[in-house]
């Protein structure tokens, strides 16, 4: 997807790993909205043809309502390869932005404003982000819509109302990880994530892309050679 947007210049890498699952330099798809003025290019393609080589937990659709520099903005990835292009202050970090805090993630995760409140673009009431989610049984939409007044959040899966708990057990049970550095690195965090030791790297690797048990079966040999280590310095404490 190449397009051109409103907001400040991001990184590419946050939004690879949550708009593509692989690669194909020949997919495109389309920004499109209003407030930031988004130019469109690509090759358009059927739903059926869009959802076909989508993997579990793929983003599909991103749609942004009063938030940070847009009015209103909806975003289609392809199931490849996705990348968004502009010049400074077109909105790039604005959708980066909108993926996190769609799919309950924490504000300090962005790198910016801490309070959720002030990704509400300027001088209106409220907000919102929905984001859907490639499923084999039936996609996922995830809305959330952010409250100035209040500083809050209300929550919707599939158009019914629900809790933030529950938006991020459905998240998890997809492996998204909008904490993990290794699967979302928004600009602000490039400099965080080049201090994480070989050890943090590969604990984060591991829960990125192994299955589930990948990251308990490490912590498990991690203890137990400890274990190993205190057997091996009380027999050689023993005359």
């Known amino acids: 997807m190449a397009a051109n947007s409103k907001g400040r210049k991001s990184s590419q890498t946050s939004l690879l790993t949550y708009l593509s699952q692989s690669v194909d330099d020949t997919t495109r798809n389309s920004v499109r909205g209003t407030g930031a003025s988004p130019r469109s290019r690509g090759v358009p393609r059927s739903v059926s043809q869009q959802h076909s080589s989508f993997v579990e937990g793929s983003i599909v659709r991103i749609r942004m309502e009063n938030f940070l520099t847009y009015d209103s903005c909806e975003v289609t990835p392809g199931s490849h390869l996705n990348m968004i292009v502009g010049a400074n202050g077109t909105g790039k970090s604005s959708i980066v932005c909108a993926i996190c805090l769609g799919l309950a993630g924490k504000t300090s995760f962005t790198g910016r404003a801490d309070k959720v409140g002030l990704y509400v673009k300027h001088g209106c009431a409220k907000g919102s982000v929905e984001i859907e989610l490639f ?38 049970n997809l492996n998204i990880q909008v904490g993990n550095m290794c699967q979302f690195l928004p600009q602000e ?3 965080e994530f080049a201090k994480m030791s070989k050890t943090e790297l590969l604990e984060a690797t591991e829960k990125s892309i192994g299955p589930p048990e990948m990251f308990k079966h490490h912590c498990e040999l991690k203890n137990f050679r400890e274990k190993e280590k205190e057997l091996e310095n009380s027999c050689k404490e023993k005359p």
């Open 189 to 191: 965090k490039v400099g």
């Open 135 to 172: 499923r084999s049984i039936g996609n996922l939409r995830i809305r959330r819509e952010i409250h100035v007044a209040n500083n809050q959040s209300s929550w919707q899966i599939n158009g019914e109302n629900t809790t933030q708990k529950m938006v991020e057990e459905h998240i998890a």
